[in-house]
């Protein structure tokens, strides 16, 4: 007696999911079936099944990242990545709390469920995984070196100016 399997992937609201399904012949269909013309079919096993699965569902929630990251960066005109026990993060916003900014949000990826995941999202936007991470109308500003030279030049006031995100001035000058 002969069976053939068959796995059906089933998209859902909760991504994908596999279902096995046991096919057995007809009686008949048995007793005529020819060995011989049976094409051997490479067992992929179901770890490689399930692996495939978990990527289609992982690049699934990657472009679900990527899409929020692009909302994020098109809604807010001046945006930090940052984690809460960064020191690096720290200084970045302490470089920014001295600019009268009209608009400022600050995401806290550490604090975000699968935070990992938009860090390593947040590299397609800025060419870097590591926090802080500024952008400014859409565009990456840089990291804390770079935010802290920007600063120390004048460069950042001149984008941030561009991006028509300052009050009149400077709150304080430390």
């Known amino acids: ?21 046991n096919v057995k012949p007809k009686i008949e269909e048995q007793d005529n079936f020819n060995k011989n013309k049976l094409k051997e079919i490479p067992d992929v ?29 098109f809604h807010n005109k001046v945006i930090l990545f940052s984690k809460t026990y960064c020191i690096f993060s720290k200084r970045a916003k302490e470089v ?3 600019y009268d ?20 999202a947040l590299k397609k936007f800025s060419g870097i995984q590591t926090v802080p991470q500024l952008f400014i109308g859409g565009e990456f500003v840089g990291d804390a070196r770079k935010i802290i030279s920007k600063d120390n030049s004048g460069t950042l006031k001149e984008i941030l100016q561009g991006a028509n995100v300052l009050f009149d001035k400077l709150k304080h000058r430390s």
Request: charged content about 30%; proline content about 0%; overall charge negative.
């Open 45 to 73: 096993g179901e770890k490689n099944i399930t692996k495939a699965i978990f990527d289609l569902k992982n690049d699934k929630e990657n472009q679900d990242i990527e899409k929020t990251i692009q909302n994020l960066l």
């Open 1 to 21: 007696m002969y069976f053939c399997i068959a796995f059906i992937f089933v998209l859902g609201v909760n991504g994908v999911s596999i279902v096995k399904v």
């Open 96 to 98: 920014l709390s001295k």
């Open 101 to 120: 900014l009209k608009e400022f949000e600050v995401v806290e990826i550490d604090t975000i469920e699968n935070g990992h995941k938009y860090l390593k």
